[in-house]
Each structure stands twice: as C-alpha cells, then as structure tokens.
C-alpha cells in the first residue's frame, strides 16, 4: 500500500493508505473501494444507494463510472500518490500556505513516511517506522503549542468528518441489514441512533471552534 491523497476544489479532503488497481480504481486500506459520489452516474444513483452497495461489498452492482480512479475524475476528485501530489504543487503549493501550514503539511509527509516504512519490504529495518512516528508526533505537539487557534480548528474538522461518517451510517441502516435479521422498527431505530450520535459530534465540533 502507498500513501494517497483525495483533493477536491484544490483541499486536500483525506489521506490514507490504499492501492491503486490496474483498471485506475483505488481501494482504502485494500478492502473498500472509493466511490465518487459526484460523479454523474452516482448523482443519478443517489448517495443512498451507493452507501447501500457499497456496504454490502456489491462492487458488480456498481457501474464502473461510479468508482473513483487514479488522477483527475469526471467530477473534479482527484486522487494521487502523496509523492506525486507534492512534485506537482511544488513551489505554488507552498507560495499559498501560511507558516502554520507549510509546518503542518510536512509533518503530514513524515506521519506518511513512517506509513511507507512500516509496510515497507525492500530490507530488514522493521524498527525504522517507530522512530520517524515518534519524530512526527514530537514535531506534532510542538506545532499545537505554536498555532493553538489552527490545531483547534484541525480538530473541529475532524470531529464534523465523524460528523458526516455517522450520517451515511444512518442512511445506509435504512437500506441495508446484511442478513436481513432487522424489521423496519429496527432498522429505524439504527438510524436514529446514527443520527443522534452525528448531532453531537458537531456539538462536540462547535465547542472546539467556540474554544479559546
């Protein structure tokens, strides 16, 4: 697996580690395929559908222009290898940034790094990731100590990511039951759950804005 980026309206939405496959798909952590959502064919699904499938593992019931590939997609999503990212922005990407986040994007590259090394199989050096996680995570709280107000709205994103992660969850409670043991009351009850969980997740994300 290699470090990857999404990037949409030129932000970087996510970071992971995944696979890019021969057809250009890309799966996350080598088990989940990413699906555009706005792409034509998936606005024509709807999100509820996608959510449906794709948390039943039904890849063939997805037309293939619903998957996000490798590059530039239809809708404007791009996905890239890390490396790849950085040697395309290069000096324009840096010309923009704010001290804050020219600090924190190379802290992002080293927490990567240590990715890499970690399922890395070119030598023996197992112990080789500790150390660049551990330098990472030192510059990490030096740069929380140095731009409070940046890393308190990093959070705040983070939690309202949780946020949305636990409102597809509740979308896809009502559509799927994978063996099909839930009646409707109880696939309602999931939902509401989902949601309910998802509203104070971004009271949690408010506060932390709130926060000074």
């Not at 999100?47 to 449906?52: D, I, P, S, V, W």
């Not at 996680?133 to 309202?160: F, H, I, N, Q, T």
């Amino acid at each position: 697996m290699k470090a990857l980026v999404i990037i949409r309206n030129g932000e970087i939405k996510k970071r992971f580690m995944g696979t890019v496959e021969s057809d250009g798909r890309v799966l996350n952590g080598g088990e989940t395929y990413l699906i555009d959502m706005e792409s034509p064919e998936s606005q024509k699904i709807g999100r509820a559908g996608l959510t449906y499938l794709s948390k039943g593992r039904k890849w063939s019931e997805i037309p293939a222009d619903c998957f996000a590939h490798y590059g530039e997609n239809p809708s404007g999503l791009i996905v890239l290898h890390t490396d790849e990212y950085y040697e395309q922005e290069g000096e324009k990407t840096r010309a923009v940034m704010t001290p804050a986040e020219q600090e924190r994007n190379e802290i992002h590259r080293l927490f990567e790094r240590a990715d890499r090394r970690q399922h890395d199989t070119d030598d023996g050096n197992t112990a080789d990731h500790f150390r660049l996680r551990g330098e990472a995570s030192r510059k990490y709280d030096r740069w929380v100590e140095r731009y409070p107000d940046e890393a308190r709205e990093e959070r705040a994103a983070e939690v309202r990511g949780q946020a949305d992660a636990q409102r597809s969850l509740a979308t896809g409670a009502l559509l799927y039951d994978c063996d099909g043991s839930l009646d409707r009351e109880q696939r309602e009850a999931r939902h509401d759950e989902f949601l309910a969980k998802a509203e104070d997740l971004e009271r949690q994300a408010g506060e932390i804005s709130k926060n000074e």
